[in-house]
């Protein structure tokens, strides 16, 4: 999930504590303009080249599509707000850019995991059963929908619960959730299980019988040089898609631990360093946005 959870980074005091020097605010705006800059540009360079090749168009490479615009999405309408709300601890957006800000750049994490849950599935198909027919265009968009779909119905709390509330020093955008405390922990639990835990699990299943069968050995009375090269475009794209899902992982892990952490024991916001941990954590989960376009270039040359 994306970072505009409920301010669980900003303490409940009427008085903003997490007051930074000047270096280290210019420290954290370099590092996430950064993300921004590479998401944003190296996504649309995908998006751009799969749009714009009419070899590019196959079913893996829509969803590759999909993934790219969620993650430039997530950059782009998230990374740079919330570090903002994240270092000052003052929501200076208004009402209706607090609901958005909990909602779509969230939902833009959710369609990125499921697309890339629906590419492993794809890759398993076309190579543990290739004589069963692939999906057509027309299923392919109807797949998207309903990525996108999933990932609506599963952050609509945000939006609905969002608000803001106005101190005299500060003002707090965040997830007033009917019974607070318990109906947090819930809903990050809920998240971590259903958009980390679950799907890096059908993704960590299918490509390891992928790999097994790709890297295991090859298939008797076949050695012809077209096998061959089939066999290593193959290894390639599952290569690729395994570091793709790998880095994931890692870069959000600490956000779903830090979250369940806080909702375990509220007392942990009041600790002088933890901003400095969110403002970690969430630049690392952010950072997962500019990745996928650099591994791509590194791993496939088309």
């Known amino acids: 999930m994306a970072a505009p959870q409920n301010g669980s980074n900003i303490t409940t005091n009427y008085t903003n504590q997490f007051v930074q020097p000047p270096w280290r605010i210019a420290l954290w705006s370099v590092a996430y303009s950064s993300v921004l800059a590479v998401a ?17 168009r196959t079913v893996t490479n829509y969803f590759l599509l999909n993934l790219a615009f969620s993650d430039a999405s997530m950059a782009a309408f998230n990374s740079l707000i919330n570090f903002i709300y994240g270092a000052h601890g003052d929501w200076y957006f208004g009402e209706a850019y607090c609901k958005f800000h909990n909602f779509f750049p969230v939902t ?35 797949v998207i929908i309903c990525i996108w779909s999933l990932a609506v119905v599963l952050t609509f709390p945000l939006c609905y619960f969002s608000t803001i509330r106005a101190y005299s020093s500060r003002t707090l955008c965040y997830v007033a959730w009917p019974r607070r405390n318990d109906d947090s922990l819930m809903y990050h639990i809920i998240v971590a299980v259903f958009v ?3 799907p890096l699990g059908v993704m960590g299943i299918t490509y390891t019988i992928v790999g097994v069968t790709l890297w295991g050995g090859e298939i008797p009375g076949d050695s012809s040089d077209s096998y061959h090269g089939q066999l290593r475009a193959k290894r390639k794209v599952v290569k690729m898609m395994i570091i793709v899902v790998v880095t994931f992982a890692l870069c959000w892990l600490p956000f779903h631990v830090y979250f369940i952490g806080i909702g375990l024991n509220k007392r942990l916001t009041k600790w002088k360093y933890i901003q400095q941990v969110y403002l970690s954590v969430m630049w690392l989960a952010m950072s997962s946005t500019m990745y996928n376009p650099i591994i791509y270039c590194c791993l496939n040359s088309s």
Do not use: E, Q
Request: aromatic residues 10%; contains cysteine; positive net charge.
């Open 108 to 142: 833009s994490v959710f369609a990125s995991i499921y697309s890339m849950t629906v590419i492993a599935v794809d890759r398993y198909m076309a190579i543990i059963h290739p004589l069963k027919p692939r999906l057509s265009c027309k299923a392919t968009t109807g």
């Open 40 to 56: 944003v540009f190296g996504n649309l360079i995908v998006i751009w080249i799969i749009l714009a090749h009419k070899r590019m």
């Open 196 to 198: 980390y835990v679950l």
